[in-house]
Each structure stands twice: as structure tokens, then as C-alpha cells.
């Protein structure tokens, strides 16, 4: 988590540190957990992550349910996901945009830090 502390710091990024015991919700899926048990939420110059509560309810509507857990969004249109359960090739994270008309594609990173970086790089 200090990678991800030192890239929020370098990005000028509002963030909360949890300050209580880390969320049990059996919601989060094992690539994202980490990050709640350091972190309540996340302002980026060019998104946010959401707190988990937000997370949870943004999860639970279609089409994310049952497959993808709803972590934060850009400034635009496209929501950031994490994919539940394991995969066979390690890749957890992608977004999607609800206005292109398409489906939710396949993960194309394997954590957190590296979605993140390759998303700031795309709205520079």
C-alpha cells in the first residue's frame, strides 16, 4: 500500500486513511481488499474510488451484479471494475464506458496501481 500512498501523493490525490478495523464485507473481492483496509476513499485529479458502501450498492445493480464490483468512476462517463473471484491469467481490473453502447469487456490489469496509472495516462 505505500506505492499506492507515495502515487496519491504524487498526484495530489484526496484520500481518507481508515482509521477503524478493515471492512469484513464478504462484497469486496480479494484485489480490492487491501486497498479498503488502508483506505475509505479516494478524490484523483481525474476520478474517485468510492468509499465501500458506494461500492457495494453501485455493485448490485446491472450489469455488474453478479461479476464485477464497481470500485469508482473517471470525471466522464466510464465506471472502474474489479472482477470477482479468481481469474486463470491474474487480470482483476478494467472500465467501462455506459455510453459506448458495448458491452463490459474482459480485466486487461492485474492490480490496482497499475489500472490507475494507465487511466491518469489517458486523461492527460
Known amino acids: ?16 486513511i481508515h482509521n477503524q478495523t478493515a ?7 480479494a484485489a ?3 486497498f479498503y483496509q488502508t483506505f475509505e476513499c479516494v478524490d484523483l485529479p481525474y476520478g474517485r474510488i ?5 461500492a457495494c450498492r453501485q455493485s448490485q445493480r446491472a450489469p455488474f451484479s453478479p461479476d464485477w464490483f464497481v470500485f469508482g468512476q473517471d470525471n466522464y462517463f466510464c465506471f472502474w471494475l474489479c472482477r470477482r473471484g479468481e481469474t486463470d491469467d491474474g487480470l482483476y481490473f478494467t472500465y467501462w ?6 458491452g463490459i469487456e474482459e480485466p ?8 490507475l496509472r494507465e487511466v491518469q ?4
Do not use: C
Open 1 to 16: 500500500m505505500n506505492r499506492l500512498v507515495q502515487y496519491f501523493d504524487e498526484v495530489n490525490a484526496q484520500y481518507v
Open 121 to 124: 495516462e489517458e486523461n492527460q
Open 23 to 29: 471492512p469484513k464485507n464478504e462484497e469486496i473481492p
Open 50 to 54: 468510492y468509499d465501500v458502501d458506494t
Open 97 to 102: 464506458d455506459h455510453e459506448s453502447g458495448t
Open 32 to 34: 480490492m481488499r487491501e
Open 108 to 115: 486487461v490489469w492485474a492490480d490496482l496501481f497499475s489500472f
